[in-house]
């Protein structure tokens, strides 16, 4: 299926970029010369998920990031006990410490329950990007793009 039909079928391509930043760019440079961009699209072609490892994910970082995620949600709750309530500063420290037991005892269950060795973010990433515009402006878009220095142009 081509960027054309994913689109519409009044869309025409006016060029194809190897990232995204670039098909950007190319947009950008229509905003600028006041093109009405609401005509445009930018469709990520050829898709495809990657997994970024970051890191072995060990029993340790697992009970400190739960520790540290629990001690934040402790404090905020602490905070808004504190401002509703008589109690003295003794409960935010209690909220914290409590939020801490507790975000390290979950992150190290799931962590045993999760079996993975590592850390990592997954994206899903294209090939290419076409920057598509309903066919009644793209004589206009050419021409504005066409306009652009060939330094100044997104590649």
Same mark, same amino acid.
Request: hydrophobic content about 50%; glycine content about 10%; charged content about 20%.
């Given at each position: 299926?081509?960027?054309?039909?994913?689109?519409?079928?009044?869309? /025409?391509?006016?060029?194809?970029y190897a990232s995204h930043a670039a #098909?950007?760019? *190319?947009?950008? =440079? $229509?905003?600028?010369?006041?093109?009405?961009?609401?005509?445009?699209?930018?469709?990520?072609?050829?898709?495809?998920?990657?997994?970024?490892?970051?890191?072995r994910w060990t029993v340790g970082k697992a009970l400190a990031a739960g520790a540290s995620s629990g001690a934040w949600v402790g404090l905020l709750?602490?905070? /808004?006990?504190?401002?509703?309530?008589?109690?003295?500063?003794? #409960?935010?420290? *209690?909220?914290? =410490? $409590?939020?801490?037991?507790?975000g390290a005892v979950f992150a190290g269950v799931a962590h045993g329950l999760r079996r993975q060795a590592f850390?990592?973010?997954?994206?899903?990433?294209?090939?290419?990007?076409?920057?598509l515009v309903d066919a009644e402006f793209a004589a206009e878009a050419r021409r504005l793009l066409a306009a652009i220095p060939a330094t100044e142009r997104p590649h």
């Open positions: 299926m081509t960027a054309e039909n994913l689109a519409g079928p009044n869309k /025409v391509v006016l060029g194809d #098909a950007q760019r *190319s947009v950008d =440079i $229509l905003a600028d010369r006041d093109f009405p961009v609401e005509h445009v699209t930018i469709v990520g072609c050829g898709l495809r998920l990657e997994e970024r490892v970051l890191g709750i602490g905070l /808004v006990f504190w401002i509703v309530s008589p109690w003295h500063a003794g #409960a935010v420290i *209690s909220a914290i =410490i $409590l939020g801490a037991i507790f850390a990592s973010t997954s994206a899903v990433v294209a090939d290419r990007y076409d920057v």
